[in-house]
């Protein structure tokens, strides 16, 4: 029997099998890359924390071999100790005044397990351990080194006294003249170091240890594994003078090799924190994070098993993994349920859909049947047919009046084409020799300049409310009283300019710290009638006022040019609005003919007095 064509199945079949595969190819997909970047970003993480505790433990044991290098080098200085290596024959007197000043060494510092001097034969002649007197210490390499490059830290060694493991730091002590008298060596306890290290346990499993420029280990969480080195040592390694009896005195005289080659490449003579990991026979794979110290040539490293971290990661997968069968299953039923109800408000939108697309956005509107997700798309897309045809009314609107100030109005209809009477105060101001400056600049100065200067000027007025009604070039024209009704239009006017040249002289200020030209500006203010309303064709509208008044306020700005010292001048009108206002000073400058007029204007000249204050 031959099955039909996947083109003849119905919809509510193609669709269940749409919202299946939908739902759990994208999931399984989902699922794994999430656990593929989980287990990575886990391990990142892991790697960063066993990075950053190693670094702090460096850090730690870094301080700790500062502060102790600092001590004995106080030491050496210290102007008794110096008197009584010196004296070939100290007396009781300087003896006990030494004796005590390693004792305070010893009680202020419990990581100190002993002090002593040597003479410069290397003969222990003063010591906080009594076993340490009279005994030759020729051999040392903290001996000899102190004495050749003081001062001096060792590597870990046994004590041929104590038998107990130890960092001797030394110090060579000189006279006068600068002539070795001696050496002071302090002896801080293994114990120390170990426990520093010992105790750095990141998870449950985790452990820390500290091995030296050789791989060998020198503190360990396990206590067995102290005095093994990562790598087989050469025998030209163990030939050297820092092997020589180093362990001896606790029954080691062999180090055996941990057959760590991958984490000894990595970790001996490392610069820089870092991460490895090697495969332990009995813990499985681990991972390492490894700090170098910057005092010794030694490094920090912390271990963790790998399983510690990844082992939720695998039960999150399983878990996962019936969560997407569950899902899959769930989805079958539901799809074939919810596929029928879908099919058909669909090919109502699908319908309406080509209606709108035609334009036609009154015709677009889908009725309404249900009120579960499909019935909300249907008020959704109602809702969205029902803006767009707003928005192009708004559109039609909008690309006829550019004038955002009169926006309200226009929506609510209250201004057609054509204009009204009002009472009006104009405020016309222009930069002074913006053409000589203009053609001093390139096109892009010019414009930058004005982009400033005229942001400047907005700022200034917009809190008066005035509408900006023009830029012209670098003139502004700016009317209080239109289109919306205000009171006090001349004091608006007034403070607004006297805001402005106030912006003005801090935008000089910059222009002058970047080695530019200050600009001068003048204002012209005027009251009065003036016809105010949308001037142009049905096609194209601009709100803007027309009259004697607006000439005036030109007219004025002008005048300013004559008067330098005036850079505010305002009609009669103007002036006669302004005398009971504080913070202000009026200055008449009488009659004067103004261009285009055959009546002089009476010209008052505006500026803050002392206790003039910027308030709207």
């Known amino acids: 029997m031959r099955l039909p064509r996947p083109s003849s199945w119905?919809?509510?079949l193609k669709l269940s099998l749409a919202f299946l595969a939908v739902a759990l190819v994208p999931m399984g997909l989902t699922a794994a890359y999430n656990l593929h970047q989980s287990l990575a970003s886990v391990r990142r993480t892991a790697h960063l924390n066993l990075e950053l505790f190693s670094g702090t433990t460096a850090a730690r044991l870094d301080q700790l071999v500062t502060d102790t290098s600092r001590s004995v080098a106080q030491l050496a200085g210290d102007a008794e100790v110096v008197a009584f290596l010196s004296a070939p024959a100290p007396d009781a007197t300087e003896r006990a005044s030494v004796q005590q000043a390693l004792d305070n060494v010893i009680h202020s510092n419990p990581d100190v397990f002993s002090v002593f001097l040597l003479d410069k034969a290397g003969t222990c002649v003063a010591a906080t351990h009594p076993d340490n007197l009279g005994r030759d210490y020729a051999f040392r390499s903290y001996y000899r080194g102190a004495l050749e490059h003081s001062p001096y830290v060792s590597e870990l060694l046994t004590g041929s006294t104590t038998s107990r493991p130890g960092v001797f730091f030394s110090h060579a002590v000189r006279d006068a003249e600068g002539s070795a008298v001696g050496v002071v060596v302090l002896k801080l306890q293994g114990e120390s170091l170990m426990e520093m290290v010992g105790s750095l346990r990141?998870?449950?499993q985790g452990r820390g240890f500290l091995i030296d420029e050789y791989g060998v280990v020198i503190s360990h969480t396990e206590r067995g594994l102290l005095f093994h080195s990562l790598t087989p040592l050469a025998p030209e390694v163990l030939k050297l003078p820092v092997f020589d009896r180093r362990f001896s005195s606790v029954g080691i005289n062999t180090i055996p090799s941990l057959g760590l080659d991958v984490l000894g490449r990595e970790m001996i003579g490392a610069k820089a924190p870092g991460h490895t990991g090697y495969t332990d026979a009995q813990r499985g794979?681990?991972?390492?994070?490894?700090a170098p110290m910057k005092t010794r040539p030694w490094t920090v490293g912390v271990e963790m098993p790998d399983a510690e971290f990844s082992a939720p990661l695998v039960s999150l997968a399983r878990q996962t993994l019936l969560s997407?069968?569950?899902?899959?299953l769930a989805v079958t039923v539901l799809a074939l349920l919810v596929a029928r109800?879908?099919?058909?408000?669909l090919l109502s939108l699908t319908r309406a859909a080509s209606v709108v697309e035609r334009g036609e956005y009154g015709a677009g509107r889908v009725p309404v049947h249900s009120e579960d997700e499909i019935g909300a798309l249907t008020r959704a897309f109602n809702t969205m047919t029902a803006g767009l045809a707003e928005r192009e009314r708004e559109r039609d609107i909008f690309g006829r009046v550019v004038s955002p100030e009169v926006r309200e109005k226009l929506l609510g209809g209250e201004l057609r084409l054509g204009g009204e009477t009002r009472r009006v105060a104009v405020l016309f101001s222009d930069i002074r020799g913006f053409s000589s400056?203009?053609?001093r600049m390139d096109p892009q100065g010019v414009v930058a300049l004005l982009n400033e200067y005229l942001t400047e000027m907005t700022e200034a007025v917009r809190p008066y409310q005035g509408y900006i009604n023009n830029f012209i070039g670098d003139a502004i024209v700016v009317v209080f009283g239109a289109p919306i009704d205000q009171t006090g239009i001349e004091r608006r006017a007034a403070r607004a300019a006297l805001a402005m040249q106030e912006r003005l002289a801090v935008l000089n200020a910059r222009r002058v710290a970047r080695g530019e030209f200050p600009l001068e500006?003048?204002?012209?203010l005027c009251a009065g009638e003036a016809v105010a309303g949308q001037i142009g064709s049905p096609e194209r509208l601009l709100y803007t006022v027309i009259g004697d008044t607006v000439n005036i306020a030109a007219r004025l700005e002008s005048l300013t040019k004559d008067y330098p010292e005036h850079p505010i001048l305002m009609s009669r009108s103007v002036a006669e609005g302004l005398r009971s206002e504080s913070g202000l000073r009026l200055e008449s400058l009488g009659l004067i003919a103004v261009k285009g007029r055959a009546e002089p204007v009476d010209v008052s000249a505006l500026h803050a007095s002392a206790d003039h204050s910027m308030v709207a």
């Open 10 to 12: 119905p919809v509510a």
């Open 202 to 204: 990141l998870g449950e």
């Open 285 to 290: 794979p681990l991972i390492v994070g490894f």
């Open 324 to 328: 997407v069968l569950g899902v899959g």
């Open 341 to 345: 109800g879908i099919v058909r408000p």
């Open 437 to 439: 400056l203009s053609e």
């Open 521 to 524: 500006a003048g204002i012209g």
